[in-house]
């Protein structure tokens, strides 16, 4: 009974790993399609408050993503007022976390100012400028540095900083 625990919950991890990976190659190409952003949808449905908060972190960026193409104004609202709760909720569970401080600040970066979601770029900038070089998986140094050089917020000297 012990082994098909052990076995069962090795399985859970790799999957997640591997969905982890996924979902970080698919999302920033998801701010120009609906229809990324509808796959990485369905491939984060399962995820809840339970979940691990960098998952927790996706999912809430992705409806945000779903407001940018939603259709009525109500749908637009619901879904980024959710998808900033789920971004908090992600980041007070691990605030220490680089990758949620990523994903915040691509949606306050990319919010329309109206919406007032831009207050943590600052705090979210300077935590990542001073953790890149700390972060472990090359694949999500990969990501952030490519999101830093693409970044209006990041000026020449910060964004050679992390090169």
């Given at each position: 009974?012990?082994?098909?625990?052990?076995?069962?919950f090795f399985v859970s991890?790799?999957?997640?790993?591997?969905?982890?990976?996924?979902?970080?190659?698919?999302?920033?190409?998801?701010?120009?399609?609906?229809?990324?952003?509808?796959?990485?949808?369905?491939?984060?449905?399962?995820?809840?408050?339970?979940?691990?908060?960098?998952?927790?972190?996706?999912?809430?960026?992705?409806?945000?993503?779903?407001?940018?193409?939603?259709?009525?104004?109500?749908?637009?609202?619901?879904?980024?007022?959710?998808?900033?709760?789920?971004?908090?909720?992600?980041?007070?569970?691990?605030?220490?976390?680089?990758?949620?401080?990523?994903?915040?600040?691509?949606?306050?970066?990319?919010?329309?100012?109206?919406?007032?979601?831009?207050?943590?770029?600052?705090?979210?900038?300077?935590?990542?400028?001073?953790?890149?070089?700390?972060?472990?998986?090359?694949?999500?140094?990969?990501?952030?540095?490519?999101?830093?050089m693409g970044s209006d917020?990041?000026?020449?000297?910060?964004?050679?900083?992390?090169?």
């Amino acid at each position: 009974m012990q082994y098909l625990f052990f076995i069962a919950f090795f399985v859970s991890i790799v999957c997640n790993a591997q969905d982890l990976n996924t979902i970080r190659t698919q999302y920033p190409k998801a701010v120009e399609s609906a229809e990324i952003t509808n796959k990485i949808d369905a491939e984060l449905l399962g995820v809840g408050a339970k979940s691990k908060p960098t998952l927790l972190a996706y999912k809430g960026a992705v409806s945000t993503l779903k407001a940018k193409f939603a259709k009525t104004k109500k749908e637009k609202k619901e879904y980024f007022k959710e998808g900033i709760s789920l971004i908090e909720s992600a980041l007070i569970t691990d605030p220490s976390n680089i990758e949620i401080r990523y994903i915040r600040l691509t949606v306050q970066e990319n919010s329309p100012k109206f919406l007032g979601y831009h207050k943590n770029i600052v705090d979210d900038k300077e935590f990542i400028l001073k953790n890149y070089a700390n972060n472990s998986p090359n694949s999500l140094k990969s990501l952030i540095k490519d999101f830093i050089m693409g970044s209006d917020n990041f000026d020449e000297s910060e964004k050679k900083s992390i090169q």
